[in-house]
Each structure stands twice: as C-alpha cells, then as structure tokens.
C-alpha cells in the first residue's frame, strides 16, 4: 500500500474500508451479489444471497462503512487534496490500465475515471449517508425473510445505481492507492497489447521514404467505388454471426492495405506530406475518370472534401489509430468466423469505424487525383522529394 501518513484520519478510514470490503472478492463478484440481494434471481439454480444469510449480513456490514466514509471525506469536510490528487489519472494512466486491470468500470464516465471524487459528490446530491443506510438496512430485513418485491419501487433504482458506481470508484482506488495495479503488475502485458493493436510505427523503408506509394498501389487495385463495395461487404458480413468470408484472403489481403494506409496517413500528418503527381498522370483521360468517380466522395464533411489535407491532419494521431486497427482486427476475427459477430457492440461505435474507412479511403483518393488541392498547402506543408 501506498504511504497513507500524509492522508487526513477519516480518509485512512476509508482506505482501510475500501481493502476490507475488496477483501471479500472482486468488484465483478460484488456487482454481482448487490445484482442478486436488490433484484433475487428467479432460477432456483441461481445463487440467491438470500439462502446464504451470512454472507448476506457480512457484505452489508463491509458495504454500509463505504457510504459513511465517503459521505464525510467528500460531502461534509474539505477534500483531502493530497488523497484526492493520489486517486486521480491522467489519460495516459487511463489508457494503461484499461490493459492492466482485470476490471475496467463500466458505469463512470470518463472524468470520473479520471477523478473518482465527481463520483462520490455525484451520490449525494439528492441522498446523504443516513438515507443510503436506512435502505439498505430495510433490504437486509426483507432480504433475510425473503420478502423483498420482485419490482423495483422508484426508491431502489437510483440508490441502486449510485451503489453500484460507488463500488467501481472505490475499486479504482483499491487499485491505485492499495494494490497499484496487482492483478497484472507486469507491464509487458501492456506494450504487447499496445504494439499488437495499436502501434503505428512498424514502418518498411519504403513506406517510410514514400507513404504516397502506398496509396497510389491502393487505387490501383480498384477505384473508389469498387473499394467502397468491398468495405460494405466487410462490414455487413463481419455484423452477421450466421455467415463468413468465402475468399477469406482477400479481405485478409484488405485488411493489411488498410493498416498500411493508416501508417501511411501517420506520416503524412506527422511529416506534413504533400502529394506531387508524377508526369503523366495528369491527361484528359485520367481527368475525365476523376470527375466521374467525383460522386462517391460522399462521406468526408465539405471543409474535408475541400482539402482533405485538413483531415489527415486532424485525424491521423496515434489515438484514433489505436482504435481503428483494434476495430478493423475485430472486424477481421468476425468476418472469418461464422459464430462470432461485432452486432452486439456499440451500434453508434460501430457505425463510426465504418464512416471512418469511408472518409479515408475519400480523402487518399482526393489526395492523389486532384493534384491542385495542393496549392492550398504549399505554405504550410512540404513536398516529398
């Protein structure tokens, strides 16, 4: 455990609360076992905590010292700031745990996973520790003569949520200030997960020297709406759990343009990279072919489409692609496999994975075939020589 001499005496308290109540298992189990005591399964093969009264009694008396020690360390003195500062994270501490933690909080907001405190004075706004207690202490009654409705009343649900909150903010402090990340201290679990995943630096010399090339064999292959189509069919198939890819290597095939482009994109944003047309792609014909195919940029915003330059720039940092390769790998495992599918995730993150390959795929084709954009950057940015 941290050094906690320098905490005020209610704040050690609540440490020391905190490690009794997670003592008794993990902050899944203790979802859990709340989820069965508030709302009693109906399968009787279930685990019921109300055919374990012991246990029963014992998770309500670790539970109840959590609501009074936060109730007094956040809502009635004035914050311990050394305490308040030894819980809080940064992006990037955020960013590591969500590798090394067994268990990432599913119900905070990002800002509270950043300061846990929002959470805590979130809780009593409208309900202070006596009337958290009072209500848990009626549940406890009901639960141990088996008497607790099967329908919520309006009461249960906001105390219930809140609890449930309170539990992932104190875990987060159980893992910060009492075990620093214990479950899996090894920190090479997370450079794996990051490089496997995410990294977009694994560069060839080629692509290095020349990030344009890769876009230009891209469009090579196919033309903006031929690749559209592929990305479609990916995308509808990778949602169904009932069908896979037939030619599975040609989207394993597509899959690596695809990380290529976005370190292609990388360099370009990072080097600020501008596109110059060798001699000869520039005639009546290849002219004609670009107006035609115009209409499939349908996607990029008209400030983008404008100077896709623009979104390169604002889109190509290392965040976004970290998620964009993590999500295009999830897409390939579900697209090979006929039992798995990505339907049951974020409908709105999916669709945005999506219209992300979309506006890329836009922009690398402005970037190449409307060699004029380029005069729009010519202070700014530099030519590949």
């Not at 344009?212 to 509808?236: M, P, Q, R, T």
Request: net charge negative; proline share 4%; glycine share 2%.
């Amino acid at each position: 455990m941290e050094n906690t001499s320098h905490f005020k005496k209610e704040t050690i308290g609540f440490i020391n609360a905190i490690e009794s109540f997670f003592a008794m298992g993990s902050i899944s189990n203790s979802l859990q076992f709340l989820k069965s005591w508030l709302n009693p399964p109906q399968n009787e093969c279930e685990f019921s905590p109300q055919k374990h009264p012991a246990q029963l009694v014992r998770f309500y008396e670790k539970l109840l010292p959590l609501f009074e020690y936060s109730d007094l360390i956040f809502n009635h003195n004035d914050a311990d700031t050394a305490f308040v500062k030894a819980i809080s994270a940064d992006e990037n501490s955020l960013e590591r745990e969500s590798v090394l933690l067994d268990y990432c909080p599913k119900l905070l907001s990002k800002s509270e996973m950043k300061n846990p405190k929002l959470t805590f004075l979130d809780m009593f706004l409208f309900f202070q520790s006596p009337g958290y207690k009072a209500s848990y202490n009626e549940w406890l009654l009901a639960g141990l003569e088996n008497t607790l409705d099967q329908e919520w009343d309006g009461d249960i649900y906001p105390l219930y949520g809140n609890t449930k909150k309170m539990l992932e903010a104190c875990w987060l402090i159980h893992e910060r200030i009492i075990t620093k990340n214990s479950f899996k201290s090894i920190d090479r679990y997370y450079h794996l997960a990051v490089f496997e995943s995410a990294s977009p630096l694994a560069f060839d010399k080629t692509l290095f020297e020349n990030p344009f090339a890769v876009i230009e064999s891209f469009f090579a292959l196919d033309n903006l709406a031929g690749h559209k189509a592929y990305l479609k069919n990916w995308y509808k198939i990778a949602l169904s759990k009932t069908s896979h890819v037939s030619n599975s290597s040609d989207y394993f095939f597509l899959y690596n343009q695809f990380t290529q482009l976005l370190n292609a994109g990388y360099l370009i944003a990072a080097k600020k990279l501008v596109y110059r047309a060798t001699v000869g792609e520039t005639d009546d014909i290849a002219n004609v072919a670009f107006q035609i195919q115009l209409c499939e940029v349908n996607t990029l915003a008209p400030v983008h489409a404008k100077n896709p330059y623009l979104f390169i720039e604002t889109f190509f940092v290392p965040e976004k692609i970290k998620q964009l390769r993590a999500g295009l790998l999830e897409w390939l495992h579900a697209a090979f496999s006929s039992n798995s599918s990505i339907k049951l995730m974020d409908k709105e993150y999916l669709f945005e994975q999506y219209e992300n390959m979309l506006m890329i795929i836009e922009a690398f084709f402005l970037v190449i075939n409307d060699p004029s954009l380029a005069k729009e950057e010519e202070e700014n940015w530099i030519y590949l020589e």
